[in-house]
């Protein structure tokens, strides 16, 4: 037995040595050479841009390299692939652009911050081709900037103006008897709205029309100057789905060639000068913004503006990529502060909101910031509710013009069952020591006096909120009040009530932070560096496939969306400051 037990012993030390030697050599590999120049650049060379890999604005960086090693997300976000188109106007050895994969997740002010950057880059003189089997209408706006446009003979071409469809759960309630107990301030705040009603209210189907109507201004207006087709026209287009087929398209003008791969590829190769019997150079987005991502820090200056990232929905805790926490944004902001090269900040906000009391505490830190040194905002596809609580008190806000902001106003909402365990025979009873000692339970009816305490806490948040706007807008509380009650705004509308200073990206924000700090010459710090715990490492193995891509590869793309606003729901905890309706432009 005992040799038995001592050759199972020395099996499982050589296993052990054998795993840790093999995620040694990995990590080694990852600190001594992940950060190498490996990407040769060669003359006469197309970058090949392909969208779906883009979805953040930043791709993060964590403490701990262990969970570099293994995550499965790429190691560029779109600021940094913003920054690549920047390098290559000037870059000789770049000739143009080929967006072959047109699928993407970015939404409309990524997009419109992509597309601008591509437009600098045309205008260098240099070319962008975009070859797709069909276009969505999001994906479209983004290409319709390219000098040619390639669609598939038996493509299709999404054009047809924009819409959005809200779910309502009054009657489902009613019918079930699980309910949600809502608890709100604004009028406007339609983040709950389909757990009171049946349909939108005026208000709701107001300001929907209004954001609606913005967004699509602003993207026909930037078709229409790539294009050359006025806006009354477009709209004619839209309304009347005359793009429809490849044919129809190009009749409208709206591509250019209707094609097969192959030709598109030709097409390139007669503007390079290559024969067509021979492959072209290119160099994907993601090696080419590597490389410029280790080439191109300024050594002339050792001043530094700090870009701190906060996207995703506003939760607790550390917060990742995809959330915003207290730990990773208020770390972020402590060290850019304390840095004395780090000049000025800059907060770049994609979020729709969140947890009101994190919001309070980004805000705080960030007051505490701007004591110091310049704090400027670059509002992306959002910054709602809680996203723009983060934002109120900067020295600058800038918005593109189809950002989705304001929604100032807050709600809790508390599920409850009590109806639905009494048709089922469950019954509740509470015994307590004194009359308030019990917690909200939601197998018993809410009694008015929990209701109007919890109001309390609703209306003592949202005359913060609106107090803090009010200072950092300066504005009266009466004002702020009037353009808040939960409504959201366009950029362009914010810009003229007063939610936003002016138009304009990241690179505009930048610029702005490097004014206000009196510096000429300076080079980027991305943040937040997040730390993650070992258990996260196992996550992310890339022979593994992660838990959301499972369950996405089960149940489907759109069931997916569904379950986690379902879940969203669900880990709402405490009073919230989120913007009312989600929209997904195709």
Same mark, same amino acid.
């Given at each position: ?70 995550? !499965? ?91 959005? !469809? ?18 709100? $301030? ?35 207006? +930037? ?41 598109? $590829? ?72 304390? +840095?004395? +090269? ?245």
């Amino acid at each position: 037995m005992r040799f038995l037990g001592n050759v199972l012993a020395t099996v499982i030390g050589i296993f052990v040595f054998m795993m840790l030697s093999f995620f040694g050599i990995i990590l080694i590999g990852v600190i001594f050479g992940g950060d190498s120049e490996t990407v040769e650049v060669e003359n006469n060379s197309v970058i090949e841009l392909n969208l779906s890999d883009l979805s953040d604005d930043y791709a993060g960086k964590y403490s701990d390299p262990w969970v570099t090693a293994f995550s !499965e997300r790429k190691k560029i976000g779109l600021t940094d692939v913003i920054n690549a188109i920047e390098i290559a106007e000037t870059d000789d050895a770049i000739k143009g652009i080929s967006i072959l994969n047109t699928n993407s997740s970015l939404g409309m002010a990524q997009s419109k911050e992509l597309r601008d950057a591509l437009n600098r880059f045309k205008k260098s003189g240099k070319f962008i081709y975009s070859y797709a089997n069909s276009y969505s209408q999001k994906e479209y706006y983004l290409n319709s900037v390219a000098t040619s446009i390639y669609i598939n003979p038996i493509g299709e071409l999404d054009f047809k103006g924009l819409s959005t !469809e809200v779910m309502f759960f009054k009657d489902f309630q009613e019918k079930s008897g699980l309910k949600m107990e809502v608890i709100r $301030h604004g009028k406007y705040k339609s983040a709950v709205e389909p757990f009171l009603e049946n349909k939108m209210s005026d208000a709701n189907k107001e300001q929907t029309m209004a954001l609606l109507n913005g967004i699509w201004t602003n993207i026909v207006e +930037d078709i229409s100057k790539s294009r050359n087709i006025s806006v009354e026209k477009l709209n004619t287009i839209a309304n009347g789905l005359l793009a429809r087929t490849p044919e129809m398209a190009k009749a409208q003008n709206l591509i250019d060639y209707i094609a097969y791969e192959d030709v598109y $590829h030709n097409a390139i190769r007669k503007v390079l000068k290559v024969d067509k019997d021979e492959d072209y150079n290119t160099v994907s987005i993601a090696d080419y913004t590597q490389k410029t991502t280790t080439t191109s820090v300024n050594m002339d200056s050792n001043d530094a503006i700090a870009i701190v990232y906060a996207q995703g929905e506003i939760g607790s805790g550390e917060g990742d990529v995809n959330e915003i926490g207290e730990g990773s944004m208020r770390r972020s902001l402590q060290e850019a502060r304390k +840095d004395d +090269d780090i000049k000025a900040i800059v907060l770049r906000i994609n979020s729709p909101g969140g947890n009101a009391l994190t919001s309070d505490l980004i805000w705080r830190e960030i007051e505490l910031t701007k004591r110091v040194k310049p704090v400027v905002v670059s509002m992306g596809n959002y910054a709602a509710s809680g996203g723009y609580y983060i934002a109120c008190n900067a020295n600058t806000i800038f918005a593109e013009k189809n950002t989705i902001t304001g929604s100032i106003g807050v709600f809790g909402t508390l599920p409850n069952f009590s109806v639905a365990a009494n048709r089922y025979g469950i019954n509740t009873e509470q015994v307590r020591t004194h009359e308030n000692a019990s917690n909200y339970s939601p197998f018993v009816p809410m009694d008015e006096k929990f209701k109007a305490i919890t109001l309390e806490g609703v209306e003592n948040i949202y005359a913060t909120f609106i107090g803090h706007v009010a200072e950092g807008r300066k504005m009266t509380t009466a004002q702020v009040d009037s353009i808040g009650q939960g409504r959201v705004w366009t950029g362009s509308e914010a810009v003229k009530i007063g939610l936003v200073d002016k138009i304009g990206g990241l690179r505009e924000a930048i610029a702005e932070a490097a004014k206000l700090a009196k510096i000429k010459s300076y080079s980027t710090v991305n943040y937040p560096e997040y730390e993650k715990n070992f258990e996260d490492i196992f996550a992310n193995f890339p022979f593994a496939k992660s838990k959301t891509a499972f369950i996405k590869e089960e149940i489907g793309e759109e069931n997916y969306r569904l379950l986690q606003e379902v879940k969203r729901f669900q880990n709402r905890k405490g009073i919230q400051a989120v913007m009312p309706f989600e929209i997904t432009i195709q």
